[in-house]
Nanobody, 116 residues
């Protein structure tokens, strides 16, 4: 059974930082593409950052370029999203994803609120 367990969300002031984690079990993460998505209040789901299994390509949403960094620790089967210089418009539920060959698995989501 594949599970993605997220942690690290919460309330942060504008300009602050948070790191989200996504612990994956049931698959060997080395061979999977990974990604972070978000769903802001009243909006649809959008991609934040993705990383291929070879770590060769890391496309970021324009809105987070230079501020967010996706990474993976295959030894720990864990995916991270480091978020710096947070803005109120980054407020959303963040979801991690693991994908391979048409298979998609999702975390349950973690709320990030950026507010003073």
């Amino acid at each position: 059974q594949v599970q993605l367990v997220q942690s690290g969300g919460g309330l942060v002031q504008p300009g602050g930082s948070l790191r989200l984690s996504c612990a994956v079990s049931g698959v060997i993460l080395d061979y999977w593409a990974i990604g972070w998505f978000r769903r802001a209040p009243g909006k649809g789901r959008e991609v934040v950052a993705c990383m291929s299994s070879s770590e060769g390509t890391i496309p970021y949403a324009d809105s987070v370029k230079g501020r967010f960094t996706i990474s993976r620790d295959n030894a720990k089967n864990t995916v991270y999203l480091q978020m710096n210089s947070l803005k109120p418009e980054d407020t959303a539920v963040y979801l991690c994803n693991a994908a391979k060959w048409g298979m998609n698995y999702w975390g349950k989501g973690t709320l990030v609120t950026v507010s003073s």
